[in-house]
Nanobody, 116 residues
Framework: QVQLVESGGGLVQAGGSLRLSCAAS??????FAWFRQAPGKEREFVAR????????TYAEFVKGRFTISRDNAKNTVYLQMNSLKPEDTANYYC???????????WGQGTQVTVSS
């Protein structure tokens, strides 16, 4: 059974930092990704990393501010978020893919709130 457990969300002032974690178990995965969804908005892609090679991809709106990384030994992916803005406020979800297609498994989400 695949399990994704997210942690690290919270309330932070604009300009601050948070680090999200996503611990995975149950399978070997090809890619991890972070998505987010703000109230009244569609879910959007934030960043992804390939498990074997560590190749990363970012949405334009987080480039230079967010960093995705992985700890293979802990089967955990991190999202370091710096220079946070109020518009980064959202529920952040991690997702994993077994191959190169859709993300088959999703975490429960962790709330990030950035105050101005």
């Amino acid at each position: 059974q695949v399990q994704l457990v997210e942690s690290g969300g919270g309330l932070v002032q604009a300009g601050g930092s948070l680090r999200l974690s996503c611990a995975a178990s149950g399978r070997t995965f090809s890619r991890f990704a972070w998505f987010r969804q703000a109230p009244g908005k569609e879910r959007e892609f934030v960043a992804r990393i390939s498990w074997n090679l560590g190749i990363t991809t970012y949405a334009e709106f987080v480039k230079g501010r967010f960093t995705i990384s992985r700890d293979n030994a802990k089967n955990t992916v991190y999202l370091q978020m710096n220079s946070l803005k109020p518009e980064d406020t959202a529920n952040y979800y991690c997702a994993v893919s077994l191959g190169a297609g859709n993300y088959e498994y999703w975490g429960q989400g962790t709330q990030v709130t950035v105050s101005s």
